[in-house]
């Protein structure tokens, strides 16, 4: 009996192992296929492409459910060949944006089934500009670590980090605001994150979101006013000050002292050529205006009393005889008389011009009481820009004090 059983196992173990050899010829993938045969898994879910890869991992054919595992569909694409057995190129155009969509995978020969949950677009991703500071505010972008930018006339999209202390913010506020001389349309997104597997799918691209970046208003007009030394400034204007690298406030018609005092001439030194920056400030509700430049060259010395110098002065019984030996249109010279006792400020006193050489103004000693004292200046020309004229202001004054002689033809004192 016992010999009968050893004799039936032999046989039966032959058999079997005939069988599995058998099995190998007519399948010579069969040992290693079933070592490798495991669940479906997913990767590179593109939704700008709309694809995904299924891995087969040892199955032959794969089947979809998205409709919670009630019907199953095989999974149709470009099936391409790797070292697990393969993956196909599925088109996922069809899972609706909209709202978050689950799809089940399962194999024909490992049946467990793979969850898969593509996530919907982001329907949240604002943008707002701050067109007084210039800048951006960003909402519903958690899952994102930049954004995508381009103006909507051309489709080059560029990436910035959404860290506002970072180089690339830094740059992009740069291009925005050269971007407001003209004004234009920007179009911001947040590009997808493409999934890697069944537990990180990444996210899909936000919505585009249009920005309007209004064109900045005109620069202010201005000009010097030859006369006064200012400049017709109003009190919604700035200027820039360039020692202390920030705007400042303007007030109406300031002197040019106060805005640019290295202009005027000091201490026998010609003043400083000198540019400036106006523009029209920002407002709660209104961007800054363009800049506009204005040059202001340095303030020369003054003209020379004497036979030799520009205006001659001769006394004669009650007459003051001024000789503009030197005067001319292109350089003109103006003259103004102050009583003794009275206070001269250049800005407001009463010049008159003169612009023909050696022309001779005789003023009477009731005009010019005595120690009156006539001051003499280089006049300011306008800029005339139609004209080809270039802004001169006014050179620094000349005094002469006026002694009338009691008896003689001619006195009179220089100080």
Request: glycine share 6%; net charge positive; proline share 4%.
């Amino acid at each position: 009996m016992r010999d009968r059983m050893k004799q039936f196992l032999r046989v039966f173990i032959t058999v079997l192992a005939a069988a599995f050899i058998w099995q190998i010829v007519l399948d010579p993938g069969y040992s290693t296929a079933k070592a490798s045969e495991s669940a479906v898994t997913v990767s590179d879910i593109d939704y700008d492409e709309l694809t995904m890869k299924v891995h087969k991992n040892g199955n032959t054919i794969v089947y979809f459910s998205s409709d919670g595992r009630k019907t199953w569909t095989e999974v149709e694409g470009e099936t391409v060949s790797d070292a697990n057995g393969g993956y196909i190129i599925m088109d996922i155009s069809w899972v609706s944006p909209s709202s978050n969509v689950t799809v089940y995978f399962k194999g024909n020969k490992v049946a467990t089934a793979l969850e898969v949950v593509f996530p919907k677009a982001n329907s949240a991703f604002k943008v707002t500009f701050d067109k007084v500071n210039i800048d951006f505010e960003f909402d519903g972008n958690d899952d994102y670590t930049s954004f995508m930018w381009r103006k909507e006339s051309d489709y080059n999209w560029m990436t910035v980090p959404f860290d506002t202390s970072s180089a690339g913010y830094k740059n992009f506020l740069k291009k925005i605001n050269d971007l407001r001389y003209k004004g234009c349309k920007v179009v911001f997104i947040c590009d997808q994150v493409i999934g890697t597997d069944a537990e990180h799918m990444g996210h899909r691209a936000t919505k585009e979101v249009k920005i309007s970046i209004p064109k900045l208003a005109n620069a202010p007009s201005l000009k010097v006013n030859v006369k006064n030394l200012t400049i017709n400034t109003k009190a919604n204007m700035e200027y820039y000050n360039e020692s202390t690298k920030q705007w400042v406030a303007c007030t109406k018609n300031m002197e040019v002292a106060e805005i640019a005092p290295s202009v005027i001439y000091s201490s026998s030194k010609i003043g400083d050529t000198v540019k400036i920056k106006f523009r029209f400030a920002a407002t709660e509700k209104k961007a800054c205006s363009k800049t506009t430049v204005l040059t202001i060259p340095g303030q020369g010395k003054a003209p020379d009393f004497g036979d030799a110098g520009h205006v001659k002065v001769s006394l004669n019984e009650d007459k003051l005889m001024l000789t503009f030996t030197k005067a001319s249109a292109t350089t003109p010279i103006e003259y103004c008389v102050v009583k003794a006792g009275e206070s001269f400020d250049p800005s407001k006193a009463k010049w008159s011009r003169v612009k023909k050489a050696n022309k001779q103004v005789k003023l009477t000693s009731k005009k010019v009481p005595d120690k009156s004292t006539v001051y003499i200046r280089f006049a300011g020309v306008s800029a005339n820009e139609k004209k080809n004229i270039e802004l001169s202001i006014p050179s620094y004054y000349a005094p002469y004090i006026i002694n009338w002689p009691k008896t003689t033809s001619e006195s009179g004192g220089k100080t």
